[in-house]
Every structure is written in structure tokens, then in C-alpha cells.
């Protein structure tokens, strides 16, 4: 029998076999694959945990600033839950440049020193990737929370405040009375003190009122029987008018001299007196502080203060007036430098200090805000003192940073 020879013998025996198809697919990613991936990694470690240290931060100054605008308003019936909601919500971007520098900085301290406990920091060092690729996406953050610092500085929160000031303004100008709660002592009227036991719309029972001096002692006293408010809302002013009043009065010089009688009268109704409210709830009335302004509008007010005349013995005041706009301006721009200079100086100091403890990060951080901020007020103390350029020194503290950032870089990097 005649042998056959396979027609495709050379071919089975040459021919490699091929891989699985899911093997072929799979490939080992590049050196600039893997730092990119590492780039990603870190910044988005480092966001969200300063974003949650911001927004811790924040809630606490929101807070302080709630109590004290809001908490009396609220309790009165002034303002609603609803609007005030609304208006704590409005004090973000007022505190966001104050929690902005210490809340990247502890992010960084957490993320960076978690890193380096879990030696996750030094197995990049022995693949060769150096600190300064390390920290790289870490400074884009630092750059970019100083543009977001900026923008809350010089827009956001100038506009936040006055628009927080005109819907609380106006809010109490709907219900001018209601701020005037039975059974509680009323400070807010300047230099006088306001008792009132029993109230029934506009309408009010025992009513107290003593009048102060500049030094806070009583020098009059008004006892009625009954009372009634009415409202100008042209003057902004309440019109007060007792029904069977009885006055005491005393030496105006001495008040507190009890050995002395004081002057006693009485009357069936009293003439109409008038309260001013502008203290109150005159918040749309009064100038914006400068700390408000905008970047255009500080720009225009240093101008302004800049070319009022002055005589040439008022040329210290000309000058320290400039010197304060300048002041507000400078200051702006350093809280919002802060963001990269904190974010700077706490790579190495995240990673030397190789803790996973949040308490004890945040202790760090706290310590270096509070050191920061002092060294800004003890500058901003030279503001009578135009001769010494506090507008320049205000930039020292974020020197100091950023050059011990630097240096702390170069020692790690050495080790």
C-alpha cells in the first residue's frame, strides 16, 4: 500500500501555537501608564480627604457665625427655619477661605501619613520614583485650592455676605415687634433696656425701660402700666407711647449715689418717643466693611482713599487710611497662597511623621494654622505704621512656609 503524506505536516511542525485570546489582550502597562495611575491615586487620596476636613472646618466656623447672627432672630420668630437654613448655608463661602488652607493641610497630613506607615511611601522610593514625583499631584491640588481661594476671597464672599446681610434685613423688617419677647431683658436699643411682662400684638403690660449712661449706669427709670409700639418703616424707627407711667430719675453726674433721692414723676400718657432700629435689623443700610469688597471694588476704594486731599498734618492718617485698603487687599491674596503653601510644607511632614492617628495629624496642622494666622496678626498690628510696609511684610508668613516646605524636601530627599 502506497504511503500518503499529510499535506500540511511542515505546517503543524513549524507553526507556534497561539496564545489564548485572553492572554493576547493582556499587557503590561508602561512606566508612564503606572505613574499616572500612581498620579491618581494620590490626588484623589488627598481630595477627598481635605474636602472632608474642609467641610468639618467649615461646619464649625458656620456654626459660631449661625449662633451669633442667627440664633436670636430664630428664637424671636424673626426668621423662619426654612430661610435660616438658607442663610447658614449662605456662610459657606464666607468661612471657605479660612477652611481652606488648614483643611488641605490635613488631608495631606492623613493621606501622606498613611502612606508612609503602610510603607507604601517607601516601596515607590526603591522603584526609583523620587519625592518631587511623589508630591506632584499633591501640588496641582495646592494650585488649584489657591485658585478656588481666590475666587472665594475676591467673589463668592463678598457676595455671600451681602446677600446673607439684605435677606436677614429683610426678614426682620417684616415683623419689626416680634423681637420684643415678654418676660426677657431687651439689650439691643443702644443705651437702653427694655422689660416688658406681658405682650398682645403691639400691645404690651408692665412695661420697663431704664436709660443708660456712657458708662452703663442707670440714670432713668420708666415704669407703666401698658404700652403700645407702632412701626415707622420710613425712619426705620419704632414709636413708643406709655399709658400710666411713672419716671425716676437720678443725678446724672452720679447716678449710683443712693444717699441722694431721686427726682420722681408720673403721668397718664406720655408724649410719643422714638426708637432707632438701625442697630438691629439696619443691616442693608449700613457700608459693606472692607473685608467685603470685591477685587474691583478694593481696587476703586484704594484709588478713592488714595486722592482724598489731606492737610499736611493729617498725612500720617491720609497714609494709614491707604495703608488699611491696602492691607485687606494683600491678605486676600495671601489666604488664598496659603492653600499651596500648607499643601507644600505638609508632603514632607506627612511623611516623616508616619502616623495613621488622625488626632495626631490634625494636631500638627492645627499647630502650624495657629502658627501661620499669628505671625498674619502680629503684621497686620503694623497697620499705624505705613513706614514699615506691612502690605509687603503680610507676604513673610507664606515665605516662611514655602521656604520650610523646600528645605524639609531636600533633607527627606536625601535620607
Not at 488648614?102 to 497630613?109: D, E, I, R, S
Not at 419689626?176 to 419677647?181: A, E, Y
Not at 411682662?197 to 403690660?205: C, F, L, P, Q, T
Request: charged share 20%; with cysteine; net charge positive.
Amino acid at each position: 500500500m502506497q504511503k500518503v503524506t499529510p499535506l500540511f505536516k511542515n505546517s503543524f511542525a513549524k507553526a507556534p501555537c497561539p496564545p489564548p485570546r485572553a492572554l493576547r489582550s493582556i499587557s503590561t502597562p508602561s512606566p508612564s501608564a503606572r505613574l499616572n495611575l500612581l498620579d491618581r491615586y494620590i490626588f484623589k487620596s488627598v481630595l477627598f480627604t481635605s474636602l472632608a476636613a474642609v467641610g468639618v472646618l467649615a461646619f464649625v466656623l458656620m456654626l459660631g457665625n449661625a449662633v451669633r447672627d442667627l440664633l436670636a432672630p430664630v428664637l424671636t420668630g424673626q426668621v423662619g427655619w426654612g430661610l435660616a437654613l438658607q442663610l447658614v448655608l449662605m456662610l459657606f463661602p464666607v468661612v471657605a477661605p479660612f477652611a481652606l488652607p488648614m483643611g488641605v493641610l490635613t488631608g495631606v497630613l492623613l493621606t501622606l501619613g498613611r502612606l508612609s506607615a503602610d510603607s507604601e511611601v517607601t516601596a515607590m522610593r526603591a522603584a526609583g520614583i523620587g519625592l518631587a514625583r511623589i508630591a506632584r499631584p499633591i501640588i496641582l491640588l495646592g494650585v488649584l485650592g489657591s485658585i478656588a481661594g481666590l475666587y472665594a476671597n475676591f467673589e463668592a464672599m463678598p457676595y455671600a455676605r451681602v446677600t446673607f446681610e439684605r435677606q436677614l434685613a429683610a426678614a426682620m423688617h417684616a415683623n419689626p415687634l416680634s423681637f420684643i419677647v415678654p418676660k426677657t431683658f431687651i439689650r439691643d436699643f443702644p443705651g437702653y433696656v427694655v422689660y416688658v411682662g406681658e405682650k398682645r400684638g403691639s400691645v404690651m403690660r408692665d412695661f420697663w425701660l431704664w436709660q443708660l449712661d456712657a458708662q452703663s449706669r442707670v440714670k432713668q427709670l420708666v415704669r407703666a402700666e401698658s404700652g403700645s409700639f407702632d412701626y415707622d418703616e420710613r425712619t426705620n424707627e419704632l414709636i413708643l407711647t406709655l399709658t400710666r407711667a411713672q419716671v425716676e430719675e437720678r443725678n446724672a453726674k452720679n447716678p449710683e449715689n443712693f444717699s441722694e433721692s431721686p427726682l420722681i414723676g408720673s403721668f397718664e400718657k406720655s408724649e410719643p418717643q422714638r426708637l432707632s432700629l438701625d442697630r438691629i435689623f439696619g443691616r442693608n443700610s449700613r457700608q459693606p466693611k472692607l473685608r467685603e469688597l470685591t477685587y474691583d471694588q478694593l481696587r476703586a476704594e484704594e484709588t478713592r482713599v488714595t486722592a482724598l486731599p489731606f492737610a499736611p498734618a493729617e498725612a500720617k492718617d491720609h497714609a494709614r487710611a491707604v495703608m488699611k485698603v491696602r492691607l485687606t487687599l494683600q491678605e486676600k491674596f495671601n489666604t488664598a497662597l496659603a492653600v499651596l503653601s500648607f499643601a507644600l510644607i505638609g508632603v514632607p511632614l506627612g511623611i516623616k511623621v508616619s502616623r495613621r492617628e488622625t488626632s495626631a495629624n490634625l494636631g500638627v496642622a492645627v499647630l502650624l494654622a495657629l502658627g501661620y494666622y499669628m505671625l498674619t496678626v502680629m503684621v497686620s498690628w503694623l497697620d499705624r505704621h505705613p513706614e514699615y510696609h506691612p502690605d509687603l511684610l503680610l507676604w513673610l508668613p507664606n515665605a516662611i512656609f514655602l521656604g520650610l516646605g523646600l528645605w524639609l524636601f531636600t533633607r527627606i530627599e536625601r535620607q
